[in-house]
């Protein structure tokens, strides 16, 4: 899985911790069950390349979507069987994103971007105010 171009970037345990959020005992369990290759180099001086950072932030991916560790492992070795090219990750569906939820009646909410209620307040505000009104003139 790992391909080792010229290219890629060298990052040490701790580096590849801190960018892909899992802990250096959590990412050395992941080389011993084979879901990660091993680093480069040997001892204190291994090394871990982008390919292994993808396929760790591929992994979080996946147990967001609720999938389980052995099912993670066979998806990553489907995926080197059937292609050359390394698991690739898409950052923006990984991004973190905050909402902001507003009730408007009982039984009626409004879910809000945070990024949006920010530039938009005033037009939520019309809405809810709306929605309220809505409701009140239709019992």
Do not use: C
Not at 31 to 45: D, N, S
């Amino acid at each position: 899985m790992t391909k080792n171009s010229n290219s890629e970037k060298k990052y040490s345990i701790d580096e590849l911790s801190e960018s892909t959020g899992f802990s250096r005992r959590t990412i050395r369990f992941y080389i011993q069950e084979k879901i990660l290759e091993p680093p480069a180099g040997r001892g204190r001086g291994g090394f871990y390349f982008d390919s292994h950072k993808a396929v760790l932030l591929k992994i979080k991916e996946l147990q967001a979507k609720g999938f389980n560790l052995e099912s993670i492992n066979n998806i990553i070795k489907m995926h080197e069987k059937i292609s050359e090219e390394p698991i690739i990750f898409n950052q923006e569906k990984f991004d973190r994103q905050i909402w902001v939820k507003y009730t408007v009646e009982d039984g009626i909410e409004l879910s809000v971007r945070r990024d949006v209620e920010e530039k938009n307040i005033k037009k939520i505000n019309e809405m809810i105010n709306f929605f309220s009104f809505k409701q009140k003139g239709d019992k």
